[in-house]
C-alpha cells in the first residue's frame, strides 16, 4: 500500500503563484513515477505533470508548459508542483498519484494506482 498527502493548495488571484506538496508514505520503493492530475468542476480529471524517480526525466500537459514545474525531494518522498503565472481556468482540486508500472509514460487515469485526497486550487481573476 502507499498513502498519498497533498497539501498547499488555496485561493489566490491571477498571475500569482502557489507550491503544491504530495509526500508519500508505505511502499515508496514500489513507485515508478508520480503524476500530477487535476479536475474542475463539470470536467473530468486530466493530467497535468509527471516526473520519474530515478532520472530526471518530466512531462507536461500542454496547458501548462512554461507555467508550472514538477520536482521530487527522494529523500523527503515529496513531489511538488510549482505553479507560476496562475491564471483562472487553473482553477481545480489537483491530485498526485502513484504509477508503479516500470517504463511507463502514459498520462491515462487508469495507469496510477493510488491517489492522494486532493487539494483545492481557486485562482481568481
Known amino acids: 500500500q502507499v498513502q498519498l498527502v497533498e497539501s498547499g493548495g488555496g485561493l489566490v488571484q491571477a498571475g500569482d503563484s502557489l507550491r503544491l506538496s504530495c509526500t508519500l508514505s508505505g511502499r515508496t520503493r514500489s513507485s515508478y513515477r508520480m503524476a500530477w492530475f487535476r479536475q474542475a468542476p463539470g470536467r473530468e480529471r486530466e493530467f497535468v505533470a509527471a516526473?520519474?524517480?530515478?532520472?530526471?526525466?518530466?512531462s507536461y500537459a500542454d496547458l501548462v508548459k512554461g507555467r508550472f514545474t514538477i520536482s521530487r525531494d527522494n529523500a523527503k518522498n515529496t513531489v511538488y508542483l510549482q505553479m507560476n503565472n496562475l491564471k483562472s481556468e487553473d482553477t481545480a482540486v489537483y491530485y498526485c498519484?502513484?504509477?508503479?508500472?516500470?517504463?511507463?509514460?502514459?498520462?491515462?487515469?487508469?495507469?496510477?494506482?493510488?491517489w492522494g485526497q486532493g487539494t483545492q486550487v481557486t485562482v481568481s481573476s
Open positions: 498519484a502513484v504509477d508503479r508500472t516500470l517504463g511507463s509514460t502514459t498520462t491515462s487515469l487508469t495507469a496510477f494506482e493510488y
Open positions: 516526473i520519474r524517480w530515478s532520472d530526471p526525466g518530466t
